[in-house]
């Protein structure tokens, strides 16, 4: 199960990766010799027109081989012929489109969840709101004398409140009103009565989710840089593909919601650490395109070309090094 979720999500968002790549250079009018999906010895591959679609033995990668991106070429369609806006366009659409992907994921996550109401699905055994009476069914319309419109209201109110303070809770059971006396308690650092919402399944609300969850976790990757840069991250804070192979076992574990909810996940680190403005990835190019834009002229290609070599070593040398660590960390020798 492992093995296969794993497959299953490093394929999708390598695939959407490579496949933004691969369309907006033929929309621009790019010659593409060969898109690649998987690493290592090549076992399918067909030639439609120009381009060769190649599948490859080892799912942990991909890539997109332009004609005249990293050689020289004469011919009118290579990529360094085009201009720097078109060539811009080429290397972000990489990202985009796990941004896209994570979008449309975590909608469908959002969908299949269902948008919590306040009707009460369920009352945790042994908890406050049990003690007090509140059942399943009940819709709650006030905590308090504050109005409840929506479940963040039902949080908040809960939430905000002290130990041994009495909540007058009122709610709708069988058509007539009822009041509810609960007293929450405190766990993990938060006040909780102990109910859950029934979910109500709308598709404008998911994609709306979808959205918002993907911006959330932008601003996750966000802070976590921001974090890194000031020193407060370690490296048992990072994973590698082994580290993120075990997390996606435990995923796939726990269902298909959980395991589309790490792709979502998954999908906008890829696109985010892509953007990122170092050397050998999609975010350095898009640097040097920046500046040639600006020059009106290209740099060295030489020059450039050794930087991105450099940057390349480095990750190699990261990746070595946090794969090393996912070995000690999983204990797998």
Do not use: C
Request: charged share 20%; no cysteine; glycine share 8%.
């Amino acid at each position: 199960m492992t093995a296969l979720a794993a497959i299953f999500v490093f394929l999708m968002v390598i695939l959407i990766h490579e496949l933004g790549h691969f369309t907006v250079a033929k929309l621009v009018g790019i010659k593409v010799n060969e898109l690649s999906i998987g690493m290592g010895p090549r076992f399918f591959h067909k030639k439609y027109g120009d381009t060769e679609y190649s599948i490859r033995a080892l799912p942990i990668g991909g890539y997109v081989k332009m004609e005249g991106e990293d050689e020289e070429s004469d011919d009118p369609r290579g990529f360094s012929k085009q201009s720097p806006l078109a060539r811009i366009a080429v290397v972000a659409a990489g990202a985009i489109m796990n941004f896209i992907l994570a979008i449309v994921v975590l909608s469908i996550v959002s969908f299949m969840i269902g948008q919590p109401t306040t009707t009460i699905s369920e009352v945790i055994d042994n908890s406050p709101a049990e003690s007090a009476g509140l059942m399943p069914g009940d819709k709650i319309i006030s905590i308090s004398g504050n109005t409840i419109e929506n479940w963040e209201d039902i949080v908040n109110n809960i939430e905000k409140s002290n130990n041994n303070t009495q909540l007058e809770i009122i709610v709708e059971r069988n058509n007539e009103l009822e009041t509810i006396l609960v007293t929450p308690k405190m766990e993990d650092e938060r006040m909780v009565i102990g109910i859950v919402p029934e979910g109500d399944s709308n598709v404008i609300e998911a994609i709306k989710d979808g959205f918002n969850n993907t911006f959330y976790f932008i601003t996750l990757m966000i802070d976590f840089i921001s974090m890194s840069l000031r020193g407060n991250v370690s490296i048992n804070d990072l994973a590698g593909p082994l580290g993120v192979i075990s997390i996606v076992g435990v995923a796939a574990n726990q269902g298909i919601i959980s395991l589309l909810y790490l792709l979502g996940f998954i999908s906008i680190n890829l696109g985010f650490i892509n953007l990122m403005p170092f050397p050998a990835l999609d975010g350095g190019r898009i640097i040097f395109l920046v500046v040639e834009l600006i020059r009106g002229k290209p740099l060295d290609p030489k020059k450039e070309g050794m930087i991105h070599f450099i940057g390349l070593m480095l990750l190699f040398a990261l990746m070595l090094f946090i794969t090393y660590n996912d070995i000690l960390r999983l204990n797998l020798f």
